[in-house]
């Protein structure tokens, strides 16, 4: 499919479509050496699409995602990559590995159809889910979620993302400020090019959703949406891709979810 980009208001025609789904499925914990997720199976028959859905800067699983979509026929992994068994206790130096593993774990699931195989970030978990599908191909629909164009810097120490255990390059600002977050990342990526660390979104093997937030309070979401749309433009990116930017902040509440609820689950299927 041709580039594309749509920027719109959100529109609440389809609030129901949550509500409409009528695929149960169950959760099961996942632990081992590589692994910290829950797992949820839709109870249905035949192979599904499968997404990894990967959480904000709190460190908890993401439950949101991972049952809209199972609620609608796609199997759904809530991986941690940081304060849970077996991982680091903050934000820092995470191995982007740990999606390589969970990837691994979904291919010889009896109910993967490993030709659709996923991956969702929420927050900073965007960064983790651009960077695993730039270096993954077996990724072929990524979706972020009030993402970031850049990788920023850890919780304590400069670099958050690892490759073959080297740090990956981020974007710092500083750490204590009357300013806050939102003014500090913003005036670091508008006094910097930030291009060091920007994720290489060409290299993604296949289509991408970004879903920001107008009025993000956090970080200022739809501003490196933007980027990324202008960035892919500029390097030719052939897969589908789509920004909506919705009127709701970083913290996206139920109503806003419900009305692009059918967007998120066809961009999976």
């Avoid at 081992?32 to 990967?54: D, F």
């Avoid at 969702?120 to 009030?146: H, Q």
């Avoid at 692009?260 to 961009?267: C, K, R």
């Amino acid at each position: 499919m041709p580039y594309k980009q749509i920027t719109c208001f959100l529109l609440l025609a389809c609030n129901t479509f949550i509500a409409n789904a009528k695929v149960s499925f169950v959760t099961t914990d996942l632990q081992t050496e590589q692994i910290s997720a829950t797992l949820y199976i839709p109870k249905q028959s035949g192979k599904m699409s499968a997404v990894i859905v990967l959480g904000g800067s709190s460190g908890h699983r993401n439950t949101v995602y991972p049952e809209l979509l199972a609620a609608h026929g796609i199997v759904a992994m809530s991986l941690a990559y940081f304060r849970s068994q077996g991982l680091p206790n903050t934000l820092d130096e995470i191995p982007i590995e740990t999606v390589s593993d969970a990837l691994d774990y979904l291919q010889n699931h009896p109910q993967v159809n490993t030709n659709n195989l996923g991956i969702l970030g929420v927050s900073r978990g965007s960064e983790l889910a651009f960077l695993s599908a730039t270096n993954d191909p077996r990724i072929t629909a990524v979706a972020g979620i009030v993402p970031s164009s850049v990788a920023w810097h850890g919780q304590i120490s400069p670099h958050a993302w690892t490759i073959k255990g080297k740090p990956l390059p981020s974007v710092t600002f500083p750490r204590q400020s009357e300013e806050s977050i939102y003014e500090r990342s913003t005036a670091a990526l508008t006094q910097n090019s930030a291009s060091y660390a920007q994720f290489q979104f060409e290299k993604i093997n296949g289509s991408l959703l970004l879903i920001s937030a107008k009025n993000d309070h956090i970080w200022p979401s739809s501003l490196m949406a933007n980027k990324i749309m202008t960035y892919l433009k500029q390097h030719n990116f052939t897969h589908s891709t789509y920004h909506l930017s919705v009127n709701d902040n970083h913290f996206i509440d139920q109503k806003t979810r419900d009305g692009y609820a059918q967007l998120l689950v066809d961009h999976f299927r």
